[in-house]
């Protein structure tokens, strides 16, 4: 057999059996006696046997390809959920269509049908946001789940960071340093991540009895914003000891204006962002202490919950994935290095 690739009928000749024996045993079927299994397997190991993918699809229905649809032209979040979703793809065997519709509902209808001219066995579609986008499941043959940006129907399957509870980690963190006069700076309320972040906030000071401060301010997700929200908090409350603040962009604009006045961060001030992009979070002098929503691991966990639907065992509705705080010195106790 050497210089010649293995067929099934090289297979099914060594075994002793059938063409379509030897097939039914090599994709697992179960009207298949286990001594004839073995025997099947055994001659395909001794060949070093490979199945052609597009062969085993016409046997199976499958064509062991998944699309994967994103609106997220800058990429930010959803290049890590888009990598975490390849990984756990590549570990299925199943090849990857990636396409970009940048946010336009026309192009989106293009790629999907696209898509589905392809074949897949499945799709994950991407948001730009946690914003609840529209549905496209009841229009497509297959199997859709949504990462980051959640289905706007409930029956659909959804996966998204958990901003409340991340939020309120974040600010319970805050507490446990003794911090009591913390501000919330955060980005445009028409985001639900902001409007999650900022529940969140009140949720963890109000279980705490803390009644000073908790107040918010809402602006865009910008270094700019940053500097400017906190020039404003410091001449409206000088004795705010704490900020969390709706995004590492916004943290990092803040401690900058912090600086440029004479306070010390964490000393003075301690601060929490969010996002963990790193890029900033650990540039930033003080680096930040911040919010990662795991992204990659959200990425993997639909691709996961895509192979279930797949094979018929969908799970609707909304999922929210845990975040974790990575600490860094933004937030040391006054007195440690």
């Keep these: 057999m050497a210089g010649k690739r293995a067929t099934i009928n090289d297979v099914a000749s060594l075994a002793g059996v059938s063409i379509a024996t030897a097939s039914k045993a090599l994709n697992g079927r179960q009207d298949v006696r286990a001594a004839t299994r073995e025997r099947v397997l055994a001659a395909a190991a001794e060949l070093s046997f490979q199945p052609n993918a597009l062969a085993r699809g ?12 994103t609106s997220d032209s ?17 570990a299925g065997e199943m090849a990857v269509l990636l396409c970009d519709a940048r946010g336009d509902a026309i192009r989106e209808q293009h790629h999907l049908r696209a898509l589905l001219s392809r074949r897949v066995d499945g799709l994950i579609v991407v948001g730009e946001s946690t914003n ?12 859709v789940v949504y990462a980051y940006g959640p289905s706007d129907d409930p029956s659909d399957v959804s996966f998204v ?24 700076v955060t980005g445009p309320t028409h985001y639900k991540a902001a409007r999650d972040r900022e529940e969140g906030f009140h949720r963890a000071l109000t279980e ?8 918010t301010l809402s602006g865009v997700w910008s270094q700019r914003w940053g500097r400017h929200a906190a020039e404003m908090l410091l001449m409206a409350e000088p004795e705010i000891d704490a900020v969390f603040c709706g995004s590492d962009q916004i943290a990092a604009g803040f401690v900058e204006a912090v600086r440029e006045r004479g306070r010390r961060v964490p000393d003075d001030i301690a601060v929490v962002g969010y996002d963990n992009w790193e890029v900033l979070s650990t540039e930033t002098r003080p680096a930040l202490t911040t919010v990662d929503m795991n992204l990659e691991v959200l990425g993997r966990t639909a691709a996961q919950h895509l192979f279930a639907a797949i094979d018929g065992k969908a799970t609707p509705g909304v999922h929210t994935l845990p975040c974790q705080l990575v600490i860094r ?9």
Excluded: Y
């Design 329 to 337: 010195d933004s937030t040391s106790p006054p007195g440690v290095s």
């Design 132 to 143: 609840p986008r529209p549905s496209v499941s009841k229009d497509l043959p297959v199997p």
């Design 58 to 69: 016409l046997l199976s229905g499958q064509t062991r390809t998944v699309g994967l649809l």
């Design 161 to 184: 960071p958990d901003d409340v509870g991340a939020a309120a980690m974040a600010v319970n963190h805050l507490l446990a340093l003794g911090r009591r006069r913390i501000a919330h």
């Design 208 to 215: 705490a009895g803390v009644e000073q401060a908790g107040q």
């Design 74 to 90: 800058v990429g930010r979040f959803g290049i890590p959920v888009l990598l975490g979703a390849e990984d756990a793809f590549g």
